[in-house]
C-alpha cells in the first residue's frame, strides 16, 4: 500500500510537538498545544461540530474491520436525547488474528515513527474537538464546557504525554552499537549488537462512562506508540467519543502505510459482558482499565496472561486544620464539590475538620460554622440554575442516584440535594451535592466515610483533633486508596505531617488551594494523576512505568 503519509513529512509537521513535548515532561512547566477555548478552532467550529454531531445520530458506524457479525448498541444521553448509534459487534476469533498481523511492520517502524503516526492521529482529533465535545456531553453528562475541555484538549494532552513517555522510555537504549573486549596482546573480542523495542501483543482499553477520553487516551497512546496494536472495548453508555477515535487513528494508520487494524472496536449487546472475554484471551497482552474496585479486582485477579493497569476506586479526604484565607478556602472546596455532579475519580469527598473548630484569618471558626458556611458556599455557588447546569452537568446513571439519595439518611444533613431543571435538556437528571455531618468518635467499620460514594456527596467528619485527622487519613489511603488528598493549614509542622502521611502511603496532595486551581484537577506534563502506589490506582498517569512495560528490547549480536 503506498503511504500518504510518510515519516518525513509527519517528521517536519510533528518533530517540534514531540520535542516540546519531551521537554515539558521533563521541567513539568505548564504546556500543551491543544488550545481550551472553543472560539479558538475557527468561527464555523461551534455549529460544524454540532452538524457533524447530529449527522451521526440514527446512523449505522460502520468501520471496515474484520469479524464485523452484527451491530449493537443503545446509548440514551444522560440529558434525555437517544443516540440510536448503532456500532459493529466482533467475533474476536477473527478480529484478533487480524489485528496482529499488522504489527511486526509496525513494530520495525520504530519509536519515532510510531510516535509521529499518533501525533498526527491526535492533531485530526484536535481539529474536531467540538463535535468530540458533543459525543462526550451526551455519554458522559458532562455540561458542554467541561466536555469540550476534559473530553477535548485536555484528553489530548493527556494521550500526547503518553506518547512523549513511550518515545523516550524506548529510546534510552540506542538501535546499534558496537561492542570491543580488549584480550591484551590477542586481537579483542568484537560484536556488532542491535536492540529493537518489541511490542507485548494485543492491548486491551476498557472505556470507562464518566471520561471516556480523559482516562481512555493514556492507555491507547502508550500501547500504540510502543508497537502494540489496541482494541477498544468502551463502557456501553459512551461508545461513541470512543468509536470516533477508533475511526481517525484507522485513517491515519492506512494513510501512512500501516495495517489500520491495528487500532480496531470492539462493542457489546446488553447484557453480554464481553470485558471478562477478551480480557482472559491469550492474544490480550496488555489491558488499561478505569471503574469499580469489584471489576478492577477481578482483572488483576484473572487476566493473569497480561500485564494490567487499572484505575479503580478511592476515598479521597480534605484536612482542614486551619487556613489564612477562609473565605478562599470555602470558594476553591464549594467549586471542588460542585464540578460535573462530584462523579469525578478525583472528587474530595471526606472533609476532616477539628470538633473545637480551626483557626482562620476571620477568626476562630467552630466545626459546626465550618460546616455550614461550606454549605452556605456551595448554595450560593449553585443558587443561579444557569450557572448550577453549566457547572454540574448531569447524573450520569440511575445509580449515582440512588447514592444521592441514600446519602441523606446516614447523618445530619447540613446541606440538602435540589433538583436542578434544564431548561435546554427537561429530561435530564441534574442535582446538586448533598453535604452529611458524621463524627468519628465512635470506631465503626461500617462507617460511611471508609467507602466512596460516587457522586455528589460529600462527609464533613468531626475529628477530635488534626492529628487524629493525619490517622483517619492515613488508615483510608492505606486500606481503600485516594486519587487525591487536599489539606488546609497555616502550620508548618502540621504541614509536613500531612506530607509525611502522603509520601508514606503513595498519595498525591494538594495544600492550601484558594484561587482557580482545584484538587480534582491535574494537568497533563505537570501533574501526576494517581500514584499507583495505594489501592485506589496501580499506575499514574502518566510517568515512565506507565509505558515501559509494554515493550520489550529484544537484542541480536553478531560477529564483528
Known amino acids: 500500500m503506498a503511504a500518504a503519509l510518510t515519516v518525513p513529512q509527519l517528521s517536519a509537521k510533528h518533530r517540534p510537538t514531540l520535542d516540546q513535548a519531551l521537554a515539558a515532561l521533563r521541567s513539568r512547566a505548564y504546556w500543551s498545544p491543544h488550545p481550551e477555548h472553543p472560539k479558538a478552532y475557527g468561527e464555523t467550529a461551534p455549529a460544524d461540530g454540532l452538524a457533524a454531531f447530529e449527522a451521526l445520530r440514527g446512523t449505522r458506524f460502520d468501520l471496515g474491520q474484520p469479524g464485523t457479525d452484527g451491530w449493537a448498541g443503545a446509548e440514551v444521553s444522560p440529558f434525555g436525547p437517544e443516540l440510536g448509534i448503532e456500532y459493529p459487534h466482533v467475533d474476536p476469533d477473527v478480529l484478533l488474528p487480524a489485528m496482529k498481523a499488522g504489527m511486526a511492520s509496525w513494530r520495525d517502524a520504530g519509536p519515532e515513527a510510531r510516535a509521529l503516526v499518533c501525533i498526527e492521529i491526535l492533531a485530526r482529533i484536535s481539529a474536531r474537538t467540538h463535535e468530540f465535545a458533543h459525543a462526550v456531553m451526551h455519554t458522559s453528562g458532562q455540561a458542554f464546557m467541561m466536555a469540550f475541555q476534559a473530553g477535548g484538549p485536555h484528553a489530548q494532552d493527556r494521550g500526547l504525554e503518553a506518547v512523549a513517555y513511550a518515545y523516550e522510555e ?23 549488537k542491535s536492540f529493537t523495542a518489541v511490542p507485548r501483543g494485543i492491548s486491551l482499553m476498557i ?3 464518566t471520561f471516556p477520553t ?8 502508550a500501547s500504540l506508540a510502543t508497537g502494540n496494536a489496541v482494541l477498544v472495548k468502551p463502557h456501553p453508555r459512551a461508545v ?5 477515535t477508533v475511526r481517525v487513528a484507522r485513517e491515519v494508520l492506512a494513510e501512512a ?18 470485558a471478562k472475554t477478551l480480557a482472559v484471551r491469550p492474544e490480550i497482552k496488555l489491558i488499561d482499565y478505569t471503574g469499580s474496585t469489584e471489576f478492577g479486582d477481578w482483572l488483576e485477579t484473572n487476566a493473569r496472561q497480561a500485564q494490567v493497569y487499572t484505575e479503580k476506586a478511592g476515598v479521597n479526604t480534605v484536612v482542614i486544620d486551619s487556613t489564612g484565607n477562609y473565605k478562599g478556602m470555602l470558594s ?7 464540578l460535573y455532579s462530584g462523579q469525578m475519580c478525583t472528587t474530595p469527598q471526606n472533609l476532616l475538620i477539628p470538633r473545637d473548630g480551626i483557626e482562620t484569618d476571620a477568626g476562630h471558626k467552630t466545626y459546626d460554622e465550618v460546616v455550614s458556611d461550606l454549605a452556605a458556599s456551595v448554595g450560593g455557588l449553585l443558587g443561579d440554575d444557569a450557572r448550577a447546569n453549566a457547572l454540574l ?3 450520569v446513571n440511575p445509580a449515582v442516584k440512588a447514592r444521592l439519595e441514600a446519602a441523606a439518611g446516614l447523618g445530619e444533613v447540613a446541606l440538602p440535594s435540589r433538583e436542578v431543571v434544564n431548561p435546554e435538556f427537561p429530561d435530564a437528571v441534574v442535582r446538586t451535592p448533598v453535604l452529611v455531618k458524621l463524627d468519628a468518635a465512635k470506631p465503626d467499620p461500617e462507617a460511611p466515610y471508609l467507602s466512596e460514594c460516587f457522586g455528589p456527596v460529600s462527609f464533613a467528619v468531626a475529628v477530635d483533633s488534626t492529628a487524629d485527622a493525619l490517622d483517619l487519613l492515613r488508615r483510608t489511603v492505606r486500606d481503600k486508596g485516594a486519587m487525591t488528598v487536599g489539606a488546609y493549614t497555616t502550620s508548618p509542622d502540621t504541614e509536613r505531617a500531612i506530607e509525611e502521611v502522603c509520601l508514606e502511603e503513595s498519595a498525591q496532595l494538594s495544600l492550601n488551594l484558594t484561587g482557580g486551581v482545584y484538587v480534582n484537577q491535574t494537568a497533563a506534563f505537570s501533574d501526576f494523576h494517581g500514584s499507583g502506589g495505594n489501592p485506589a490506582a496501580n499506575a499514574a498517569l502518566c510517568d515512565g512505568a506507565f509505558v515501559s512495560n509494554r515493550f520489550r528490547v529484544v537484542e541480536v549480536r553478531r560477529q564483528a
Open 332 to 338: 476553591n472546596l464549594a467549586f471542588s464539590l460542585s
Open 170 to 192: 524506548q529510546t534510552r537504549v540506542p538501535g546499534q552499537a558496537d561492542w570491543s573486549k580488549p584480550q591484551g596482546k590477542k586481537e579483542p573480542l568484537e560484536l556488532g
Open 240 to 244: 461513541l467519543p470512543l468509536a470516533l
Open 257 to 274: 502505510g500501516f495495517d489500520p487494524n491495528l487500532v480496531a472496536l470492539a462493542v457489546e449487546r446488553a447484557g453480554e459482558g464481553i
Open 207 to 209: 472505556g470507562c462512562n
Open 393 to 395: 452537568g448531569a447524573l
Open 214 to 221: 480523559w482516562n481512555g487516551y493514556p492507555g491507547l497512546f
